[in-house]
């Protein structure tokens, strides 16, 4: 290692950042005010935090607290190169980094605070990346005063005090290799370390680094790192401005007949913001320009404002703008609320469920959803997962922390749909992952009673608080029409059940976890069937009898629903072995299930689902095969946990090219006529391991659903598609299901 004694040099933690310039790199960037000012958990639009929970900004400075894979990731801008480019390209890194250690610590792990560059995943998108870096290149400043560059580290140690140390990381390009310098400046002394890479280690996005030894989700750190003075330039760094990611995040929106309900996610601003968010619309012919119609604050803790906006005609689209003033500066994010199709045009529902975050941000599905341009979105429910994007989940912790942790997951879901979002009406329901639990029995919104089982969620009820729990779900249907009921819960949850009439669809959206009882919570002898408990409640149950009675407006009825009212799975999990557990779907409590699909079936309601990671479209049973309604089910976007339909199969796999359809009673007893199914691939779980995500995704079954409502809605053409760019559809789909339609 080489050591250059400098002059003492002085420097203030001035809190200034590079902005990027808008050109191809950053040869020559310009500096700007910085948004690291004051005090808050979210560092800025610039900026993601890996986890938000670890990353804060007080009174200027940033401080995170170190853990494994700790990044702050530098959105705007990478390192890239084109392999052709001359020798010389260079890259500048420079940041002001001091240690915290803990409290009380008197044999400290080091912990190293630096860059982490060359960040890139298994799937070729910025964003995944963020969460899901599979490959990376580390440059930083242990506490213990040592320097790492890779795989190297130097003998001797950098004097380390209360004082911030420059870090700087040079890179010049040798051909396809860069000789990269590490430098670490206390102010009276400068240290440096050195090497040579091949390129390829460093190409990928640049993130500020506090990691240290793992810990979960919520404990405490060892150690925190202070950072200030962040610097990047240098041509072989890009800038890519269209990539920063708020404070106005994504909006979505329903119309209900002449009310269009528009919720606006934010986010977590600090406590100082007082800025109101504005809606501006175009003229009713949508030419012109934005005008204020309404202000709304940031609700505290979900952090979302919602609009309503009643008398809305709606005869041509309509453009949307949101405003919103933070720090000096006037964001805006527009959208359009789409002209209402006619009862007797074609209507397409895209539907989706089960998202288990490691194809983030799915982009080859929401591109070719984005090219068949859906109507209308559903998302039945699991938009996350607890361990959506890594480290942990925040349970234990109070309630604003463990939202924070919500919110983390949360914005990746809305990160990946919000271009569809904006522009046409969606409905979004939570289920038992949204809310943090592996399954939910919520047995009327009480409270999960104590155990002496972990997380004993079959005793019935939630297991968060119930201001937690009312927050996530805003998130999600908060720009739902208003609820059936006014009631407060005996947890102080509220329901959100509801119905809205879109394009001569009536849609009855269903909470079928929120009061189905506990199994673990009634006698034994009665768990079997469990007659006498509840499923949709009482209250619910009104409603979708008045509902499936009430035609004003619709043509066709629709129910959305977390789960498929039957239990249209036989194997489960990593090795798809032969399961009988059919109490977490909705075919149990079977006499509470049977009255549900009886309401459906006189109602002549198709009902669409999701929840089982399993894409299934079925003719429903009470008393006998067919005497009910169709379901619909959708697997997930990206399946964890597997399952599959394969009646008859108790061991081993089944033979390739096996029909599955016909007419079945379920674990539960219950009479289905199924006439499609989208298995995983048969064997998948033997096949060899792979890293490639898609590829998992594709084995384990993963796809989504669109109903294509025929203009005289008598007819629906239903179509599961595997996971994928190519249009390609699960076997036996497309189906085509005749509706009984009621006349104009």
């Not at 329903?254 to 109101?276: C, D, E, I, Y």
């Not at 805003?474 to 006014?486: E, H, N």
């Not at 977490?584 to 006189?602: C, K, M, T, Y």
Request: glycine share 10%.
């Amino acid at each position: 290692m080489r050591f250059l004694i400098f002059p003492i040099i002085a420097f203030a933690l001035l809190m200034s950042t590079t902005i990027v310039a808008e050109d191809a790199s950053m040869d020559q960037p310009r500096t700007a005010g910085s948004t690291w000012r004051g005090s808050r958990v979210w560092i800025g639009p610039d900026w993601w935090a890996n986890p938000l929970t670890d990353w804060r900004i007080r009174d200027g400075v940033v401080h995170a607290a170190a853990g494994k894979d700790r990044t702050l990731c530098w959105l705007p801008a990478e390192v890239e190169t084109d392999p052709d480019s001359a020798d010389g390209q260079n890259l500048d890194l420079s940041v002001d980094v001091a240690f915290v250690p803990k409290k009380g610590d008197k044999s400290p792990r080091p912990i190293t605070a630096g860059f982490r560059i060359g960040r890139r995943g298994g799937i070729a998108e910025y964003r995944h990346a963020l969460v899901s870096a599979t490959k990376f290149f580390d440059a930083g400043l242990r506490s213990n005063g040592r320097l790492v560059l890779g795989s190297i580290t130097s003998d001797e140690s950098v004097t380390i005090g209360d004082a911030s140390i420059r870090l700087m990381l040079n890179g010049k390009r040798i051909g396809q290799r860069i000789a990269l310098t590490l430098s670490a400046d206390n102010g009276q002394q400068t240290w440096q370390i050195q090497d040579t890479v091949d390129l390829d280690q460093v190409i990928g996005g640049i993130s500020l680094l506090a990691d240290g030894p793992p810990r979960a989700g919520g404990s405490r750190p060892a150690a925190m790192c202070k950072f200030a003075n962040v610097d990047l330039k240098g041509s072989l760094i890009s800038s890519h401005p269209d990539r920063s990611f708020g404070p106005i995040l994504w909006s979505q929106y329903t119309r209900n007949q002449n009310r269009v309900r528009l919720m606006v996610q934010f986010a977590p601003l600090g406590k100082g913001n007082r800025s109101k968010a504005r809606l501006c619309l175009r003229g009713e012919d949508n030419q012109g320009d934005f005008r204020e119609v309404e202000k709304q604050p940031v609700e505290k803790l979900s952090r979302t404002a919602v609009f309503t906006l009643d008398d809305w005609a709606g005869a041509v689209d309509r453009d949307y703008q949101i405003r919103f003033d933070w720090l000096g500066q006037t964001y805006r994010w527009t959208g359009t609320i789409r002209a209402e199709p006619a009862a007797d045009e074609p209507f397409q529902l895209a539907c989706f469920s089960c998202d288990n975050g490691y194809l983030f941000p799915i982009p080859a599905m929401v591109g070719q959803v984005s090219r068949q341009d859906p109507d209308m979105m559903f998302f039945a429910g699991d938009q996350i997962y607890e361990s959506y994007g890594g480290f942990g989940v925040v349970r234990s912790a109070d309630t604003p922390v463990a939202m924070l942790d919500y919110l983390r997951k949360y914005y990746q879901f809305g990160w990946t749909w919000r271009d569809l979002l904006k522009d046409r009406p969606s409905v979004i329901l939570p289920d038992d992952h949204d809310v943090f639990q592996g399954n939910i029995w919520g047995h009327g919104g009480r409270a999960l009673p104590p155990s002496d089982k972990k997380n004993d969620w079959a005793a019935g009820g939630y297991l968060m608080p119930a201001d937690w729990v009312n927050a996530v779900e805003r998130t999600q249907v908060g720009s739902l029409p208003d609820p059936a009921i006014d009631k407060v819960l005996p947890h102080g949850i509220k329901p959100y059940f509801t119905d809205l009439t879109y394009a001569g669809i009536g849609f009855a959206i269903l909470e079928d976890r929120k009061f189905k009882t506990g199994p673990n919570a009634i006698p034994a002898s009665d768990r079997p069937r469990g007659d006498g408990y509840d499923l949709l409640g009482t209250d619910q149950e009104a409603f979708l009898a008045q509902w499936a009675d009430d035609w004003t407006g619709q043509r066709v009825k629709v129910a959305l629903s977390q789960t498929i009212f039957c239990n249209a799975a036989t194997h489960v999990g990593e090795n798809l072995k032969r399961g009988r557990y059919y109490h977490d779907s909705g075919a149990w409590p079977v006499e509470a299930r049977n009255r549900a699909v009886r309401i459906l079936g006189d109602g002549e309601a198709l009902s669409i689902h999701g929840d089982q990671h399993l894409g299934v479209l079925l003719r429903q049973g009470v008393d006998d095969f067919d005497d009910a309604g169709y379901a619909f089910m959708v697997p997930g976007t990206a399946n964890g946990f597997p399952r599959a339909w394969w009646p008859g199969v108790d061991k081993g796999q089944p033979e390739p090219g096996g029909d599955y359809t016909g007419k079945f009673r379920d674990d539960a007893g219950h009479p289905i006529h199924i006439l499609a199914v989208g298995n995983p691939q048969p064997g998948s779980n033997l096949l060899p391991k792979t890293t490639d995500p898609m590829e998992i995704g594709y084995r384990k079954g993963s796809g989504y659903g669109v109903v294509d409502f025929s203009p005289d809605r008598r007819s629906a053409k239903i179509s599961l598609y595997r996971l994928g760019d190519q249009e390609e559809m699960f076997e036996g789909f497309p189906q085509t299901i005749q509706i009984r339609s009621r006349s104009k």
